[in-house]
């Protein structure tokens, strides 16, 4: 077989040919959206003005993003340095997944030159929305200056990857703390619609609510992209043997710190439940709903991760990393679309339109094309020969 053959063959996989039909639809989406406007292609009305696109592109986008300041504080301000090959790909993947939350966010704004008004034209200062949109644009420059020395390494700017390199602690600080601000005040954008929300899932504890389950995304998306690399011939080729003999011990500390965070959040629920006294909504259907999610996707899983982390089943740890995601998508899509205008009669009620499904699966193409992209050019998986004793 000729080379150019072998490169045609080895460009029609499986993925590349379903990720480029999407890419096509999303771009055909992307024109009828900006040129229709957002009427077009949602079903957003009145009583429903935010939909998929904030429920799953922002508020899941943010909350899985969150393996970058996990893992990140996890190695250099806990001092766990012999998971610093799974650094680059967390903080690769939680700056990618801002940047397009950020992308995402442009169709439901629909005025991207206008991004900036917050901060340089009229600050609303009052506003928790301010909040957000400041903390996610700060900490998406931080995400950017932590990424930043793979990148120079492979460009071999050795000057200015060296400075960034001296303010890793520096970043890793204050991506925390940033971290720490915009997570929590996701789930306070919620607090000032008490009468929509279902009272089982609005709280005014909320941010903290936020907060807590975005650590265990944070430690889940670590480790389903780490199961999901691996299974990528393209991203296993470029795995240092370092990285692989660290693989085992991450998902076993990880799953650890999964199992104690999630039986943390079961408890601060229930305690958010015992401070409102909404006890007798639980035997309503509503009440049903809400123990699925609660008991399925974060009691369950933080006793599965106790289960796998003792008895060193890594199977068992990655499909509950896979299981805590999910749950974490679930509370989000709850809050934000499902248990929200709850009291409408079905016909009023929000559903996603197939242009706005289109949108968010063109987003997340965009995000894993990107990811494997970088990934197979830059020093991610592995340690650039020329900074190999740094660590």
Not at 354 to 375: A, D, H, R
Request: hydrophobic share 50%; net charge neutral; proline share 4%.
């Amino acid at each position: 077989m000729s080379t150019e053959a072998q490169t045609k063959q080895s460009l029609m996989t499986p993925f590349n040919v379903i990720a480029g039909l999407i890419l096509v639809l999303g771009v055909v989406l992307t024109i009828w959206r900006f040129a229709g406007g957002i009427g077009a292609v949602t079903n957003l009305d009145n009583n429903n003005p935010w939909g998929i696109w904030i429920g799953f592109d922002l508020l899941c986008g943010v909350a899985l993003a969150a393996g970058g300041y996990v893992t990140s504080s996890a190695v250099y301000l806990f001092g766990m340095k012999k998971h610093h090959a799974a650094v680059r790909p967390a903080i690769l993947t939680a700056f990618l997944g801002y940047l397009f939350v950020v992308v995402a966010l442009q169709y439901d704004l629909g005025r991207p030159w206008r991004l900036p008004y917050p901060f340089v034209v009229s600050a609303g200062t009052t506003s928790m929305l301010f909040e957000v949109g400041l903390c996610v644009a700060l900490y998406l420059t931080v995400l950017f200056l932590e990424f930043s020395p793979a990148a120079l390494e492979y460009f071999g700017q050795k000057r200015l990857r060296n400075l960034i390199h001296k303010c890793t602690i520096a970043l890793t600080v204050f991506g925390v703390v940033l971290s720490t601000l915009h997570q929590s005040s996701l789930g306070a954008l919620y607090i000032v619609a008490p009468s929509k929300l279902h009272p089982l899932w609005y709280s005014a504890y909320l941010p903290t609510f936020f907060f807590v389950s975005s650590a265990a995304a944070g430690m889940s998306m670590v480790m389903l992209e780490g199961w999901i690399s691996h299974g990528s011939k393209t991203l296993h080729s470029k795995m240092s043997e370092e990285y692989l003999g660290q693989h085992d011990d991450l998902y076993f500390g990880f799953a650890k710190g999964a199992s104690w965070v999630l039986m943390g959040y079961f408890f601060i629920k229930v305690i958010g439940i015992a401070a409102d006294n909404e006890w007798h909504l639980l035997a309503t259907g509503w009440g049903q709903w809400f123990l699925f999610e609660l008991l399925g996707f974060a009691l369950l899983p933080s006793f599965l991760y106790a289960i796998g982390a003792r008895e060193k089943n890594l199977k068992l740890i990655k499909w509950t990393a896979l299981l805590t995601v999910l749950g974490i998508v679930l509370n989000r899509l709850n809050v934000s679309l499902i248990a929200y205008n709850y009291h409408l009669p079905s016909e009023m009620r929000y559903f996603p339109s197939w242009q706005e499904i289109g949108v968010t699966l063109f987003v997340c193409t965009m995000l894993v094309v990107t990811f494997k992209f970088i990934s197979s050019k830059t020093p991610i998986f592995y340690d650039h020969p020329d900074y190999k004793d740094e660590h």
